[in-house]
T-cell receptor
Framework: EAQVTQNPRYLITVTGKKLTVTCSQN?????MSWYRQDPGLGLRQIYY???????DKGDVPEGYKVSRKEKRNFPLILESPSPNQTSLYFC??????????????FGPGTRLTVL | QKEVEQDPGPLSVPEGAIVSLNCTYS??????FMWYRQYSRKGPELLMY????GNKEDGRFTAQVDKSSKYISLFIRDSQPSDSATYLC????????????FGTGTQLKVEL
């Protein structure tokens, strides 16, 4: 089954304790992205990657890091989480063909609470 | 001002009703317009997308884009309880990566 998987699905942590949220896709997609979803703000892009070893900032990158060492994986790293990073996080992936529509497929989400 | 505005609802309708969901936007460079459906505790899933202006129909769902008014709509005919979800509009420019700009979502409940 074609899918985007995220782990963990739920995480409660404390301020300053480094964490990683994993994202993996099995569709051989070039493009991967992380969004956070907050009430009243909608989904906002954190980071994206056009291909292996190519990453760039989205609209709200502060406090986050990413890496893309393999095509299928795109982990989101919070080196020193703070309470304002409490949110619902989604990973998404798509093929990437310039000049055409490339549908993004979303993972099931990771609900993060930082105390 | 947000680039994309969407009434958050909640919107409650009886089964069989016609539902109209709307978004307005300010960035005239948007060329792709999407509607996603998000069930509780799930990720968004694409319902349909439209390129530039016009209408697109898929079963009970119709998407409309009016670029002159910077206004998009999703109509759901013969609404069903299974349509109860949050509906997100999203938009992107041509080129410039694959970044989506989302509305905040409208929560819809279809009651028996």
């Amino acid at each position: 089954e074609a899918q985007v998987t995220q782990n963990p699905r739920y995480l409660i942590t404390v301020t300053g304790k480094k964490l990683t949220v994993t994202c993996s896709q099995n569709m051989n997609h070039e493009y991967m992205s992380w969004y956070r979803q907050d009430p009243g703000l909608g989904l906002r892009q954190i980071y994206y990657s056009m291909n292996v070893e190519v990453t760039d900032k989205g609209d709200v990158p502060e406090g986050y890091k990413v890496s893309r060492k393999e095509k299928r994986n795109f982990p989101l790293i919070l080196e020193s989480p703070s309470p304002n990073q409490t949110s619902l996080y989604f990973c998404a992936s798509s093929s990437w063909t310039v000049g055409t529509y490339n549908e993004q497929f979303f993972g099931p989400g990771t609900r993060l609470t930082v105390l | 001002q947000k680039e994309v505005e969407q009434d958050p609802g909640p919107l409650s309708v009886p089964e069989g009703a016609i539902v109209s969901l709307n978004c307005t936007y300010s960035n005239s460079a948007f060329q792709y317009f999407m509607w996603y459906r998000q069930y509780s505790r799930k990720g968004p899933e694409l319902l349909m997308y439209t390129y530039s202006s016009g209408n697109k129909e898929d079963g009970r769902f119709t998407a409309q884009v009016d670029k002159s008014s910077k206004y998009i709509s999703l109509f759901i005919r013969d609404s069903q309880p299974s349509d109860s979800a949050t509906y997100l509009c999203a938009m992107k420019v041509t080129g410039g990566g694959n970044k989506l700009t989302f509305g905040t979502g409208t929560q819809l409940k279809v009651e028996l």
